[in-house]
């Protein structure tokens, strides 16, 4: 397995609405990340998890709470979001140690999230 | 303030010629450069990578060069093939930690025409 799979592929909320991004791999990467991309811009990093602990958090607001419950998976609770959050999330995964920088991240195809 | 810049948005060329892409950076603290290829409604995919120690890595079709002077780097698609079409960011690796972010650039959407 090869590949990184988020759900779901598209979600729409109101600001007042509670709801959960969700990633998962299979390929034994011990690095996780969450970036944004919003339209004509390049994605954007949130926050990495490295062996399951949260190593980076690009100050990224309250209103996005990452989680990363074991290895394989990665979660992203949003709550109380604003229309300028409406975005491309996108999962990533990596080699651990220094892996990332020769072969890169898996990306996920990503969940097209939309705020009303 | 862009740490990784790609000036040109598109770019078009013919089947079998050769698909230049260029992207600069500013920090010079950047110890690796990677380049990802996007389809529509698909993640970034991983292409080829070049330490910051090299100037010229080749896979195939793709090879990578980089000039630290001028703080430039290119990819060099041989030959180009419609498949090739998609959007392709340069990213940079900051800093000598472990599991540590890639600062993308733009993107730049490359066309090849049959």
């Known amino acids: 397995d090869t590949e990184v799979t988020q759900t779901p592929k598209h979600l729409v909320m109101g600001m007042t609405n509670k709801k959960s991004l969700k990633c998962e791999q299979h390929?034994?990467?011990?690095?996780m990340y969450w970036y944004k991309q919003k339209a004509k811009k390049p994605p954007e990093l949130m926050f990495v998890?490295?062996?399951?602990?949260?190593?980076i958090n690009e100050s990224v607001p309250s209103r996005f709470s990452p989680e990363c419950p074991n290895s394989s998976l990665l979660n992203l609770h949003l709550h109380a979001l604003q229309p300028e959050d409406s975005a491309l999330y996108l999962c990533a995964s990596s080699q651990g140690g220094g892996g990332y920088r020769l072969y890169g991240y898996t990306f996920g195809s990503g969940t097209r999230l939309t705020v009303v | 303030d862009q740490q990784v810049k790609q000036n040109s948005p598109s770019l078009s060329v013919q089947e079998g010629r050769i698909s230049i892409l260029n992207c600069d950076y500013t920090n010079s603290m950047f110890d690796y450069f990677l380049w990802y290829k996007k389809y529509p409604a698909e993640g970034p995919t991983f292409l080829i990578s070049i330490s910051s120690i090299k100037d010229k890595n080749e896979d195939g079709r793709f090879t990578v060069f980089l000039n630290k002077s001028a703080k430039h780097l290119s990819l060099h698609i041989v030959p180009s093939q419609p498949g090739d079409s998609a959007v392709y960011f340069c990213?940079?690796?900051?800093?000598?930690?472990?599991?540590?972010?890639?600062?993308f650039g733009q993107g730049t959407t490359l066309q090849v025409k049959p």
């Open positions: 390929m034994g990467h011990r690095a």
């Open positions: 990213a940079a690796s900051v800093g000598s930690s472990n599991t540590g972010k890639l600062i």
């Open positions: 998890y490295s062996y399951e602990k949260l190593s």
